[in-house]
């Protein structure tokens, strides 16, 4: 990252994190262009050097590496094939990044028809929130051919602070990534489901995160949410409706292996019980709110 | 615990965690009664200088503290209430320290029980293995009166790595400690799914432990159990049937409080098919092999 880039790179979408990753694009001097269906993203893009386009076709148009960062694969599959996709006027050799969360089976779908053109496809679904995205410090969960890690490697230089390189073909960075969320929907559920328990009881819920995040009960997830619900804060930091989506996937990849998730479809359950009630865009510490309102407990309120 | 203590201390249960609690009293420089229904861990406790007793009655003659270390609450109160029980030589104004995992409501009543005949009763559920009880560095949750706490204390500094007071009255220190238990039960059973999940669609699953470890799907259970599954060792560190009975009480305590637990509900399914398919004293990790079994999932055998 120390030397200045000399490739051109497309960025499909300028959410919190196809902006920070785009800056991150930036500043280690490529030429970055982004399209983004929000004309204020795309202004802020280009207040900040990079040239707006008005569509993925546009914005891949002589690109080396065009990054994917929409929410899911029928957002993927247009900006490849859709009326105005990208995959028409990427040049041949040039690979596509799509850092969408996704079953593993529709990645090896689109992989296989972008490569019948001529161009690669890393199937590289990622984590870490828009501040690591900003700072280029993204965990990437990728696969893909040789040429396309190779073709890639510039661009995923610059946004990640860890590549994971996972197998040879599109589909195994999804399934990794996949095997994470199953994980992380469940311990937000499981955290909220344990925390408006202890409120129920009347436990202090301050002492039941120290005790908790101090013992063999903790996880990742609950030590990041669970202070929203000790400060009955629910202003999103990461919304009920993306595991609502994400743990929807783990069931249709399961249902179709033939494989039970009895406690991941438990979890989605509660995801779907807040979504229902209104709190879809809310922090998905909100399936506290739900075990309260079932149960008659008292929770936290913002101070 | 620099200076040599002068009290007497019972300690009631030699299996790995009383045998080390024993051991960590002794080299306090406590006088250090124990019993246990099996003779052979009387004669090494013995052999270390502790004085074996025949029942909880001889050991707790003359004690300040008595430290109860059994499996569940029905042989707590046999411990203290049956024909050879401790409640009744124990003198008055020594403290009972509980540290059996039970329904809080349970705690209340054996402690209010004890305390009418003018003992006390610490409620101190614990965590930590066999190793830190050796060490006197187990944590304790602990919630009773002030005179309970200050009776124990002594003999707590010994045990103890961490003390944490919950509250002045029995149950707390167990509603603490059942919240944890929901918790670790249910992470045990969502790595289990996963793991077995991964297998099934053939990732490497000493890559996927990696990738996990280091990602938001993470969870203590996840990172101390899954090197279980990845080497094929069901050799038990801590066995299937545990959890069958602490999710069994979480299941109870949440039916008599009204409070729904689907996940914990669906978490506890799965121990008891590990159980019920002849794994219960088998390490827990072993519910990824029922996940193997109902799928066709292929995990790792051992070396």
């Keep these: 990252m120390s030397t200045t880039q000399t490739g051109r790179v497309a960025v499909i979408g300028l959410g919190s994190m196809g902006a920070g990753m785009a800056a991150s694009l930036l500043r280690a001097g490529f030429s970055v262009a982004a399209c983004d269906v929000n004309p204020d993203a795309v202004a802020r893009f280009e207040a900040a050097g990079g040239r707006g386009a008005a569509s993925p076709a546009q914005a891949a148009e002589g690109a080396d590496v065009v990054v994917c960062v929409v929410v899911n694969a029928a957002q993927t599959e247009a900006v490849l094939f859709g009326s105005e996709g990208a995959a028409e006027t990427m040049r041949p050799g040039a690979v596509f990044v799509s850092s969408a969360t996704m079953d593993p ?12 053109t001529g161009r690669h496809y890393l199937d590289a679904p990622m984590s870490g929130g828009a501040a690591r995205a900003a700072e280029g410090a993204l965990t990437f969960l990728a696969s893909g051919s040789a040429q396309a890690f190779a073709a890639a490697r510039p661009a995923l230089d610059a946004m990640a602070g860890r590549l994971y390189e996972l197998g ?136």
Aim: charged content about 20%.
């Design 105 to 116: 089976a529709i990645a090896r779908a689109l992989a296989a028809r972008l490569e019948e």
């Design 168 to 303: 040879d073909a599109a589909g195994q960075g999804a399934a990794f990534k996949m095997i994470n969320q199953l994980l992380a929907g469940v311990h937000i559920a499981a955290a909220s489901e344990a925390m408006s328990f202890a409120a129920k009881q009347g436990l202090d819920l301050a002492r039941v995160y120290e005790v908790i995040t101090a013992s063999a009960g903790n996880s990742w997830m609950f030590e990041n949410r669970m202070p929203h619900v000790v400060a009955g804060d629910y202003s999103p930091k990461s919304a009920v409706d993306i595991f609502v989506k994400d743990l929807g996937i783990v069931q249709d990849m399961a249902r179709a292996e033939r494989y039970p998730v009895p406690v991941a479809a438990a979890a989605l359950q509660m995801f779907l019980a807040a979504s229902g009630a209104g709190m879809g865009r809310d922090d998905d510490a909100s399936v506290a709110r739900i075990y309260a309102q079932l149960s008659g407990a008292t929770l936290p309120t913002k101070a």
